[in-house]
């Protein structure tokens, strides 16, 4: 589970356990220490990008857990597998503003799609999704960590949130917050509703989006999965929620905001003008990053089909070439294979002659105790034996047994030849 995501879960834990561990989720709480570095504020106006023809940059967005994948409709984070929790967040901050999420949540039981506003002193605005659920979505919100409250989650209806894109936009002023869904707007906090103003998120938020198993209870406490919708079955995933495009204004203006004291609120935050702004990328920034598959579908079908062409052609050439060296690597074994047969026959007929003339002398002789299978002619019948053992009748098939073997013997021989095992009796 994404680390950024905890306070979902341990708002429900500590509904179900009154315990706080609010506490716990930020680097450097400003409500404890004085000594807090400053937020990198957004620095302009408006920030836009589009995932179909985007990636983020690492210097706009922080990868805090797992990857997200950039696919023709828009960033995909997915869980393939337990453990996975796909997470990013702003290096910006804003200090009041808009943020547009155009996307598709995730199916899946236990799945939890997520857009979070979080501050460093932890207030938060959120959006879940419940992969269970495919017709509402949850709004929440929470002051300095306060999660001792739970009137504050509401469950609006939305028509198929898994399978159509949707308008998600949060409007956040010192004065109120609202939440719309297209365009209409689904709900208004107003700074005096939430416990007079202390429990209204009003310090500088940077912006979060993931995924994660709620419903995984190896990781999460009992009251989450429930909340969640129930156990996650990895089986049934991969789970991906899809993030066409994000638009972010930021009304603070200013490029670092920093805590004035201790107090968490809004009039306590200076909005500094001395840093350079953060570089943008997305549609603020001079060029574009993107990735393999979107800069294949950003091209034009000319060139796309040279390129197909060419690539196309280079693996034909790779073809020819393979094919050239294995007929030549077959002719190169024939040739030898045509070598060895002469070689064999040669030998062969040396044998024919060998055994044709211990014939003889035995003939002469009239003895066979003399006659002895020399080592060499020993190997030279193992030989004759093995290739016997295939083709018995090589040699007398051949009709040119042994180069330059061509004597009165020869009819002899071949019959001899014919009985071949015979000659291993000597
Ligand atoms: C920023 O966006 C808002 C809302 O879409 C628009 O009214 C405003 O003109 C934009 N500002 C700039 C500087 O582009
Ligand atoms: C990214 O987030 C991690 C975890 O919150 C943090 O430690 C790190 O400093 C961040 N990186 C940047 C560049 O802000
Ligand atoms: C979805 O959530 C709403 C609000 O909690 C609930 O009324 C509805 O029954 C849920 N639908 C499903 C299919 O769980
Ligand atoms: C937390 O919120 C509850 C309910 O809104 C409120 O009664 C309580 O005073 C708050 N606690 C703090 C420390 O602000
Ligand atoms: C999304 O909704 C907001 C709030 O209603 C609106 O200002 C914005 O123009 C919408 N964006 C798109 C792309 O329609
Ligand atoms: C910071 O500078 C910009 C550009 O000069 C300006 O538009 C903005 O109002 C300034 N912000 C603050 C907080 O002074």
Same mark, same amino acid.
């Given at each position: 589970?994404?680390?950024?995501?905890?306070?979902?879960?341990?708002?429900?834990?500590?509904?179900?356990?009154?315990?706080?561990?609010?506490?716990?989720?930020?680097?450097?709480?400003?409500?404890?220490?004085?000594?807090?570095?400053?937020?990198?504020?957004?620095?302009?106006?408006?920030?836009?990008?589009?995932?179909?023809?985007?990636?983020?940059?690492?210097?706009?967005?922080?990868?805090?857990?797992?990857?997200?994948?950039?696919?023709?409709?828009?960033?995909?984070?997915?869980?393939?597998?337990?453990?996975?929790?796909?997470?990013?967040?702003?290096?910006?901050?804003?200090?009041?503003?808009?943020?547009?999420?155009?996307?598709?949540?995730?199916?899946?039981?236990?799945?939890?799609?997520?857009?979070?506003?979080?501050?460093?002193?932890?207030?938060?605005?959120?959006?879940?999704?419940?992969?269970? *659920?495919?017709?509402?979505?949850?709004?929440?919100?929470?002051?300095?960590?306060?999660?001792?409250?739970?009137?504050?989650?509401?469950?609006?209806?939305?028509?198929?949130?898994?399978?159509?894109?949707?308008?998600?936009?949060?409007?956040?002023?010192?004065?109120?917050?609202?939440?719309?869904?297209?365009?209409?707007?689904?709900?208004?906090?107003?700074?005096?509703?939430? *416990?007079?103003?202390?429990?209204?998120?009003?310090?500088?938020?940077?912006?979060?989006?993931?995924?994660?198993?709620?419903?995984?209870?190896?990781?999460?406490?009992?009251?989450?999965?429930?909340?969640?919708?129930?156990?996650?079955?990895?089986?049934?995933?991969?789970? /991906?929620?899809?993030?066409?495009?994000?638009?972010?204004?930021?009304?603070?203006?200013?490029?670092?905001?920093?805590?004035?004291?201790?107090?968490? /609120?809004?009039?306590?935050?200076?909005?500094?003008?001395?840093?350079?702004?953060?570089?943008?990328?997305?549609?603020?920034?001079?060029?574009?990053?993107?990735?393999?598959?979107?800069?294949?579908?950003?091209?034009?079908?000319?060139?796309?089909?040279?390129?197909?062409?060419?690539?196309?052609?280079?693996?034909?050439?790779?073809?020819?070439?393979?094919?050239?060296?294995?007929?030549?690597?077959?002719?190169?074994?024939?040739?030898?294979?045509?070598?060895?047969?002469?070689?064999?026959?040669?030998?062969?007929?040396?044998?024919?002659?060998?055994?044709? *003339?211990?014939?003889?002398?035995?003939?002469?002789?009239?003895?066979?105790?003399?006659?002895?299978?020399?080592?060499?002619?020993?190997?030279?019948?193992?030989?004759?034996?093995?290739?016997?053992?295939?083709?018995?009748?090589?040699?007398?098939? /051949?009709?040119?047994?042994?180069?330059?073997?061509?004597?009165?013997?020869?009819?002899?021989?071949?019959?001899?030849?014919?009985?071949?095992?015979?000659?291993?009796?000597?």
């Amino acid at each position: 589970m994404g680390h950024s995501f905890k306070p979902s879960a341990f708002v429900l834990f500590s509904l179900l356990f009154t315990t706080s561990l609010a506490q716990t989720f930020t680097s450097c709480n400003p409500m404890e220490k004085t000594d807090c570095p400053a937020d990198t504020a957004l620095g302009v106006a408006n920030y836009t990008i589009d995932f179909t023809n985007n990636i983020m940059s690492d210097r706009v967005w922080n990868t805090t857990a797992g990857k997200v994948d950039f696919e023709d409709d828009g960033a995909a984070f997915t869980i393939n597998q337990r453990g996975d929790s796909p997470t990013v967040q702003t290096n910006f901050y804003i200090f009041f503003g808009q943020v547009e999420v155009i996307m598709k949540a995730a199916k899946g039981q236990g799945i939890v799609s997520s857009i979070v506003l979080e501050s460093d002193d932890l207030d938060e605005v959120d959006w879940e999704w419940i992969g269970g *659920n495919n017709s509402y979505v949850q709004t929440n919100y929470f002051g300095k960590g306060n999660t001792t409250s739970y009137d504050r989650a509401v469950w609006h209806p939305v028509n198929n949130p898994q399978d159509e894109w949707h308008n998600y936009t949060v409007d956040w002023t010192h004065e109120q917050l609202e939440w719309f869904v297209d365009g209409q707007s689904i709900r208004v906090l107003k700074f005096e509703d939430a *416990n007079g103003g202390q429990n209204f998120p009003q310090t500088p938020c940077h912006i979060m989006l993931g995924i994660w198993a709620g419903g995984d209870p190896t990781k999460n406490a009992e009251g989450t999965v429930e909340w969640a919708g129930g156990d996650t079955n990895y089986d049934d995933g991969p789970f /991906s929620m899809t993030v066409k495009s994000v638009r972010v204004t930021d009304a603070g203006r200013g490029t670092q905001y920093v805590y004035g004291d201790k107090t968490g /609120s809004w009039q306590s935050i200076k909005s500094l003008n001395d840093t350079s702004p953060i570089k943008l990328d997305g549609e603020n920034s001079g060029s574009t990053t993107q990735s393999m598959k979107q800069k294949w579908n950003g091209l034009s079908s000319t060139t796309k089909n040279i390129i197909i062409g060419v690539v196309c052609g280079v693996a034909l050439l790779c073809v020819a070439i393979f094919a050239f060296c294995c007929i030549r690597q077959r002719r190169a074994g024939k040739h030898e294979k045509l070598v060895e047969d002469a070689k064999y026959e040669q030998n062969a007929a040396e044998v024919l002659a060998y055994r044709a *003339n211990m014939t003889r002398l035995r003939g002469e002789k009239m003895t066979t105790a003399q006659v002895r299978v020399s080592p060499v002619m020993g190997n030279a019948g193992a030989m004759y034996q093995n290739h016997g053992q295939t083709q018995p009748m090589m040699g007398a098939a /051949s009709p040119n047994p042994g180069a330059g073997y061509a004597n009165s013997n020869y009819a002899q021989s071949v019959s001899t030849f014919g009985s071949g095992r015979g000659y291993q009796k000597y």
